[in-house]
T-cell receptor, first 116, second 112 residues
Framework: DAGVIQSPRHEVTEMGQEVTLRCKPI?????LFWYRQTMMRGLELLIY????????DSGMPEDRFSAKMPNASFSTLKIQPSEPRDSAVYFC??????????????FGPGTRLTVT | LAKTTQPISMDSYEGQEVNITCSHN???????ITWYQQFPSQGPRFIIQ???TKVTNEVASLFIPADRKSSTLSLPRVSLSDTAVYYC?????????????FGTGTLLAVQP
C-alpha cells in the first residue's frame, strides 16, 4: 500500500484566497483525521470522520474551515478565505477504527501551507 | 480541557535506555494511550499503544500505572537515528465523544 497520500505537499497562497487540501486514506481504513501542526500550538485535531461521517469537528477553528469526505477514499479540507494565521503543516491520518479514535493512526507526509 | 504534558527535551547517549513520561490526568476510561515518533518534515509515525499495565513490541515498551493518569515510553539502547520528537496521544473526556489530544512533545537528542 502507498500509505496515506496528501496533495499538494506545499501550497503558497495570498490572504483571501481559497485553499483546498486533499487526502487519500489507506484502503480499507474506515476513519480519517485532519490535524494541524504549528510551533505555537503543536499538533491539534481539527476533525475526524468514521465511515465518511464527521464525528467530531470541535477542533475546526472557525467557519472559514470546512471538511468533506464524499467517499471512503477521498477527503478535502478547505479554507475560505485563507489568512496568514492559517499557515501551518496540515496532516491527514487514517486508521481501522477498532472502536477507539486513538487507535493506531497512519499519517500522511503533510501539506505545508503558507499564506502571505 | 486538561493539558497532556511532556518534558520539552531530553538528552541521551547511544546505547542508553531512555524513558519519556506523559501526564494525562483527564484521560477517558475507554481509550488507548498511543505514542508517536516524528522526524523533521515528516508525519508522526506510530510506535506503540496500550490500555493498561505494560506493553512491549520490537522497538519500545509502554508502562501505564493503574490510574492511567500518566504513561512512560521506554526506548532501550537508543541510537543516533532515534533523535526525533516523541508525542503521546490520548482521548480525554469531552462529552458525547472523547477528544483526541496530543502531548506537547519531547525532543530527544541522542549523542555519540
Amino acid at each position: 500500500d502507498a500509505g496515506v497520500i496528501q496533495s499538494p505537499r506545499h501550497e503558497v497562497t495570498e490572504m483571501g484566497q481559497e485553499v483546498t487540501l486533499r487526502c487519500k486514506p489507506i484502503s480499507g481504513h474506515n476513519s480519517l483525521f485532519w490535524y494541524r501542526q504549528t510551533m505555537m500550538r503543536g499538533l491539534e485535531l481539527l476533525i475526524y470522520f468514521n465511515n465518511n461521517v464527521p464525528i467530531d469537528d470541535s477542533g475546526m477553528p472557525e467557519d472559514r474551515f470546512s471538511a468533506k469526505m464524499p467517499n471512503a477514499s477521498f477527503s478535502t479540507l478547505k479554507i475560505q478565505p485563507s489568512e496568514p494565521r492559517d499557515s501551518a503543516v496540515y496532516f491527514c491520518a487514517s486508521t481501522d477504527f477498532g472502536g477507539s479514535p486513538s487507535y493506531e493512526q497512519y499519517f500522511g507526509p503533510g501539506t505545508r501551507l503558507t499564506v502571505t | 480541557l486538561a493539558k497532556t504534558t511532556q518534558p520539552i527535551s531530553m538528552d541521551s547517549y547511544e546505547g542508553q535506555e531512555v524513558n519519556i513520561t506523559c501526564s494525562h490526568n483527564n484521560i477517558a476510561t475507554n481509550d488507548y494511550i498511543t505514542w508517536y515518533q516524528q522526524f523533521p518534515s515528516q508525519g508522526p509515525r506510530f510506535i506503540i499503544q496500550g490500555y493498561k499495565t505494560k506493553v512491549t513490541n520490537e522497538v519500545a515498551s509502554l508502562f501505564i500505572p493503574a490510574d492511567r493518569k500518566s504513561s512512560t515510553l521506554s526506548l532501550p539502547r537508543v541510537s543516533l537515528s532515534d533523535t526525533a520528537v516523541y508525542y503521546c496521544l490520548v482521548g480525554v473526556n469531552g462529552g458525547a465523544t472523547n477528544k483526541l489530544i496530543f502531548g506537547t512533545g519531547t525532543l530527544l537528542a541522542v549523542q555519540p
